[in-house]
């Protein structure tokens, strides 16, 4: 694995493709990408992202898919409400709302420590938020590759919790991960690996793949999803992974950005230079807070959004737009900052 490690977004490409490419061919990178953002105590946000190379074009990575989880500490004595805000504010309001809950109840609290049997002190839980792999990279079982390697870096002394039955989640991948891994049904309909199960590392499923061939990836199609405004090109722009308190520690986005030149610029190249198309790399960054935090006023969101780009003055503004939903909870309002901009 590695630590921020710049990669395009699969939308930067889609952007820049030539109207006469026809298709690209990736394989698996022999990496994962990591972004991990201490938040509070010993809590931590982790998202893992599986990166795939351009076969004509190794130069450059993109972002096939990503797993974010949080890691949390069973022993601390406000573990529902700490980790009932800080999912909000990280814009999972679901699970903030279903974690609270289950946190809150001591019998399934002592049925988290089962898994593995902890000591005080030791006991903590991997929280799995969300898994996504883009379409064009489906039926590899990348998304068990990364729960592989978050339970291989994160997992020690850890329990590994995939996720809890509800609508909004898809109960075929639930079903999946309980086939694929052997998990179990812990507390409220969560899925956690029980004692002695160890997930396959990537090196497995990156082997497996590539006997099968290149994945090759239809160019039309991506052109069609960016001009539809796809959102799902553009899978780790939500500024989770951004840390406001550590001067420097630019997401993974903002790191894409700054290396886009030399990036885009082996992408580009397959615009023809008497052609007329001209591309324009752009994201979106999201800044969020929770009201209902006392230490987060409205105002931080503007400060943060400023001093973001005031440590990065080779991003232009393009546009910015506000967002407001009830938390979960009832108590506040969730606000959402979105700054759209591209480097100059």
């Not at 909004?168 to 891994?181: F, M």
């Not at 179990?184 to 090196?203: F, K, Q, T």
Request: with cysteine.
């Amino acid at each position: 694995m590695t630590d921020r490690k710049a990669a395009l977004e699969l939308g930067l490409v889609a952007a820049s493709l030539s109207p006469d490419t026809e298709s690209i061919s990736f394989t698996p990178a022999d990496n994962v990408l990591c972004a991990a953002r201490h938040l509070t105590g010993e809590m931590d946000f982790i998202r893992l992202m599986f990166a795939l190379v351009d076969v004509d074009d190794p130069t450059y990575q993109v972002v096939g898919g990503y797993v974010d989880a949080l890691r949390v500490d069973l022993d601390d004595p406000d573990l529902d409400d700490r980790v009932s805000m800080i999912l909000c504010e990280l814009d999972y309001p679901e699970d903030a709302d279903y974690y609270a809950t289950l946190l809150s109840d001591t019998g399934h609290l002592a049925a988290f420590r089962k898994f593995p049997e902890c000591t005080p002190g030791t006991c903590k839980a991997l929280l799995v938020l969300h898994t996504f792999i883009d379409p064009c990279f489906r039926g590899y079982k990348f998304s068990l590759a990364l729960l592989g390697e978050l339970w291989a870096t994160f997992g020690a002394g850890a329990t590994l919790c995939l996720g809890h039955l509800s609508e909004q989640r898809q109960p075929e991948l639930l079903q999946y991960w309980q086939e694929s891994l052997g998990a179990v049904a812990v507390g409220d309909g969560l899925l956690a690996l029980p004692p002695g199960v160890v997930p396959r590392l990537p090196a497995e499923f990156v082997s497996a793949s590539r006997d099968h061939g290149f994945i090759k990836v239809d160019a039309q199609s991506l052109r069609a999803r960016f001009a539809n405004g796809d959102e799902s090109l553009f899978p780790v722009s939500d500024g989770r992974a951004d840390d406001p308190e550590s001067e420097g520690s630019a997401s993974v986005v903002v790191a894409t950005m700054e290396a886009a030149r030399a990036a885009a610029v082996a992408v580009a190249a397959r615009v023809d230079d008497e052609s007329d198309v001209e591309a324009e790399v752009v994201t979106v960054l999201r800044f969020f807070v929770c009201t209902a935090d006392e230490d987060a006023p409205p105002s931080e969101l503007f400060i943060r959004a400023a001093e973001y780009l005031d440590g990065h003055p080779d991003l232009d503004v393009v546009s910015t737009s506000w967002r407001d939903e009830e938390c979960p909870s009832g108590e506040g309002e969730h606000l959402t900052l979105e700054v759209t901009v591209r480097s100059v």
